[in-house]
């Protein structure tokens, strides 16, 4: 499995865009990058996924440039809400489990 | 929006002691997996299971821990004789498909061991 890197923490305040960039220089051609999202004491969300290019859904945005050897995850205006530990994870094409890392703490300010 | 409810959302039990842990996956998913996240720690994969058994383990996933889908509506993991270091949240998950594209995870069970 492709290993990733991330922040281990961001500080934002509300109404800002955020951008959280992960490295996955090991990343194979038939692997995904997946986020989620985790609040304290809940379990993962599912954010977003994509392949290359880039992905936008209601809630972030992915960023993939051609060499896919890292990915930004975009939340625009974040919220107080938004305070979370967000997890780039690389997934193989069809592969059951998911290895999470430590992720990102996520702080958003008033 | 399609919840996992998992049950209790806090448990105490004494070192030693079986317990059962209970997750209600969505209905028309097919793959159900447990994950466990000690605190302050990173979330570890568990087990999978589909069509009535395991599919894939990991090296935690020892004789001490089972999962059952007893009744075709919950999808259990029961850990036989606990330990302090078992001490831990324990998330369900469940997926339609069987891609992680498609994961839930309820909220999980906090377990404490004492």
């Known amino acids: 499995l492709a290993k990733t890197t991330q922040p281990i923490s961001m500080d934002s305040y509300e109404g800002q865009e955020v951008n959280i960039t992960c490295s996955h220089n090991n990343i194979a051609t038939n692997d995904y990058i997946t986020w989620y999202q985790q609040f304290p004491s809940q379990g993962p969300r599912f954010i977003i996924q994509?392949?290359?290019t880039k992905v936008t859904n209601e809630v972030a945005s992915l960023f993939i440039p051609a060499d896919r050897k890292s990915s930004t995850l975009s939340l625009p205006r974040v919220s107080l809400s938004d305070t979370a530990v967000y997890y780039c994870l690389v997934v193989p094409e069809g592969f059951q489990k998911l290895v999470f890392g430590t992720g990102t703490r996520l702080l958003v300010s008033p | 929006e399609p919840e996992v409810t998992q049950t209790p959302s806090h448990q105490v039990t004494q070192m030693g002691q079986e317990v059962i842990l209970r997750c209600v996956p969505i209905s028309n998913h097919l793959y159900f997996y447990w994950y466990r996240q000690i605190l302050g720690q990173k979330v570890e994969f568990l087990v999978s299971?589909?069509?009535?058994?395991?599919?894939?383990k990991s090296e935690i996933f020892d004789d001490q821990f089972s999962v059952e889908r007893p009744d075709g509506s919950n999808f259990t993991l029961k850990i036989r004789s606990t330990k302090l270091e078992d001490s831990a949240m324990y998330f369900c998950?469940?997926?339609?498909?069987?891609?992680?594209?498609?994961?839930?995870f309820g909220s999980g069970t906090r377990l404490t061991v004492v």
């Open positions: 299971f589909y069509n009535n058994e395991i599919s894939e």
């Open positions: 998950a469940s997926s339609a498909t069987g891609s992680y594209y498609g994961y839930t």
């Open positions: 994509g392949y290359k």
